[in-house]
């Protein structure tokens, strides 16, 4: 199976500066790599994903890239704000392909976003 | 579309009670799967379908069973409940093996509390 580590496990930071979390993974054949944020007591949602086809990926404040050489993929959010503060997981997808289809989530990263 | 939805928001069980958590989708996914969520660990994957009428182990099953019941429903049962069960309980749903179809929607969680 897939093998996920993301660290830090906490990450603090002044409102407006950036933060960026990392995660590793140990499948060569995993091709698909998203984020989810999840805000207390709620359910994780998509904000962003990559696929193995490309390097880095940007939707406004958010970015993520992929160096599938050293299999490892980090998420990159500029110009914080409060509402950022939330647990980010990262995660990858595995399978014998098609149908078969899994994700391996990485253990999660509380965000706080200090005003 | 209500999206996923999970059934109870919240139970308590007592150690040996048997229960089942319900778990719909109206988007007409394939796959679905049920995740525990417990503090420090992520999400971990206990069962999933592929597709209607298939159900595969995945990393946590022991203590657990599941039902696809037909192609909007997935249930999971816990026949014996004990306290390491105590945990957040997600399920999500996935639409097909196209590649823009990979994304995992989750539903609303049900907190089950085993004493």
């Known amino acids: 199976g897939e093998n996920v580590e993301q660290h830090p496990s906490t990450l603090s930071v002044q409102e407006g500066d950036s933060a960026v979390i990392k995660c590793t993974y140990s499948d060569s054949a995993s091709n698909y790599f998203p984020w989810y944020k999840q805000e207390l007591g709620k359910r994780p949602q998509l904000i962003i994903d990559i696929r193995s086809n490309v390097g880095e990926k940007k939707d406004q404040r958010i970015a993520v890239t992929l160096n599938k050489t050293a299999k490892h993929f980090s998420l990159h959010i500029t110009e914080t704000q409060p509402e950022d503060s939330a647990v980010y997981f990262c995660?990858?997808?595995w399978g014998s392909g098609g149908s078969n289809y899994k994700l391996t989530f990485g253990k999660g990263t509380l965000l706080t976003v200090n005003p | 579309n209500a999206g996923v939805t999970q059934t109870p928001k919240f139970q308590v069980l007592k150690t040996g009670q048997s229960m089942t958590l319900q778990c719909a989708q109206d988007m007409n996914h394939n796959s679905m799967y049920w995740y525990r969520q417990d503090p420090g660990m992520g999400l971990r994957l206990i069962y999933y379908s592929a597709s209607e009428g298939t159900t595969d182990k995945g990393e946590v099953p022991n203590g657990y069973n599941v039902s696809r019941l037909n192609k909007r429903e997935f249930s999971l049962r816990l026949e014996s409940a004990a306290p390491s069960q105590t945990s957040v309980y997600f399920c999500?749903?996935?639409?097909?093996?196209?590649?823009?179809?990979?994304?995992?929607?989750f539903g609303p969680g049900t907190r089950l509390l085993v004493l």
């Open positions: 995660a990858a997808k």
């Open positions: 999500a749903s996935r639409g097909g093996r196209e590649r823009w179809q990979e994304t995992q929607y």
